[in-house]
């Protein structure tokens, strides 16, 4: 039984889209983890999530890292942010929740693992997709072989964004439009998403060559908002990421095909600001068989909080191991590279 001084602390940093869907996941956490703070340089928003949250605000990081009572730190910042925030926030000694990507290159990553493990804290990436109850149940089943050996994989995340706003489409926070801030917009975006489950899924097997090829259609926003990644794996098997900010309607789902069978996921909804951003339902088929539907209590990103904490308050790490997202990253810069050289890049 955790008792309240063994509570962790954790502040949330970004006050933007995602950031009050991670308060929420701490709300759903009473029983071990307590809102210590919110961090935003926008004065308003860090004023209005502390005056709803019944808690403190800091308007810098500098500042609330002076503060005892914070011993966790999640970072909902732009992506060029969270390798600097999060070194920042380990040097003082904090673990940390990175929400995806973890970093806009793997050297970056890299970087954060070495010192993660140097100062024995937990570094977690936000993969919030792994808690959906849906994905667990499909890796239970590709694990099981109930669809034999899985050769095939295809994730469509497929959505309309754009930064001035537009029927049908939803509407970017403005440093999207940055291609320094986003590393390469759909490659970190959505690729973080579904290259992460890809390697999930193919839990085992080793990824040796990427193809990509992208596009850029909105020409208000900087970087490649149309991209094809293929990975090959060691065994034979391969994946494709169909990523589009500009599919009206949004198409999201997750076609995994083995020898004796599939499995899909569609995922719905999450961009929605007057609900928690991030936070989908899911139908889940055995083939054409539905095995289960909706959005489930506590949501994904509550389960994720869970599992951060509880990995401080038992000394362990993250069950989002870094191995995985150590080649999650090699894969996006490989992408990146491809789809620059049009060729194939080998890992
Ligand atoms: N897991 C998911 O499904 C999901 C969904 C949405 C966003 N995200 C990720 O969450 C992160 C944040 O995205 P978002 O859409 O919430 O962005 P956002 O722009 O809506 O929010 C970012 C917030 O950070 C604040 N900020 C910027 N620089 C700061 C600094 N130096 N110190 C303190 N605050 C600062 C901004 O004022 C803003 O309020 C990104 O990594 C994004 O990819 C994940």
């Known amino acids: ?9 954790v502040a949330v940093i970004g006050m933007g889209r995602v950031g009050r869907t991670h308060l929420d996941a701490i709300a759903l956490n009473p029983d071990i983890a307590r809102l210590a703070a919110v961090i935003d340089t926008d004065e308003s928003r860090a004023r209005a999530a502390a005056e709803e949250t019944g808690t403190k ?5 500098d500042e609330a890292l002076t503060d005892p009572e914070i011993q966790a730190v999640v970072i909902c910042l732009p992506h060029n942010l969270h390798q600097p925030v999060a070194m920042q926030a380990m040097d003082a000694g904090r673990h940390v929740l990175v929400e995806k990507p973890m970093a806009t290159s793997f050297a970056d990553a890299r970087e954060m693992v070495d010192r993660a493990k140097e100062k024995k804290l937990v570094l977690q990436a936000g993969q919030d997709l792994r808690f959906l109850d849906s994905f667990q149940e499909a890796k239970r089943r590709v694990m099981n072989g109930d669809i034999g050996q899985v050769f095939n994989i295809l994730f469509v995340m497929a959505e309309a964004f754009t930064l001035t706003p537009a029927p049908g489409r939803f509407t970017t926070p403005p440093w999207w439009r940055d291609v320094e801030k986003t590393g390469g917009l759909c490659f970190p975006m959505m690729g973080a998403h579904t290259v992460d489950i890809i390697l999930w899924l193919c839990e085992g097997k080793k ?4 193809y990509s090829e992208a596009a850029s259609i909105n020409p208000e926003l900087e970087g490649m908002d149309e991209v094809i990644i293929t990975i090959r794996f060691d065994d034979g098997a391969m994946a494709t990421n169909h990523l589009s900010l500009n599919t009206m309607p949004a198409r999201n789902d997750l076609l995994i095909v ?5 499995i899909q996921i569609n995922i719905a ?3 929605d600001l007057k609900q928690l951003v991030g936070v989908f339902s899911t139908e889940l088929y055995l083939g054409d068989k539905l095995i ?5 209590h506590p949501h994904n990103f509550a389960v994720a909080t869970r599992e951060f904490v509880s990995a401080i308050l038992e000394k362990r790490p993250s069950s989002v191991g870094h191995h995985d997202i150590l080649n999650q990253m090699a894969i996006l810069d490989a992408a990146r590279k491809s789809a620059e050289i049009h060729q194939p890049v080998l890992l």
Request: net charge positive.
């Open 258 to 262: 083995g020898t004796e069978g599939r």
């Open 57 to 61: 605000y800091y308007l810098s990081v």
């Open 1 to 9: 039984m955790v008792t309240l001084k063994e509570k962790i602390g």
């Open 292 to 296: 289960s539907s909706g959005t489930q």
């Open 207 to 210: 990824p040796v060559r990427v």
């Open 269 to 271: 909804g999450g961009h």
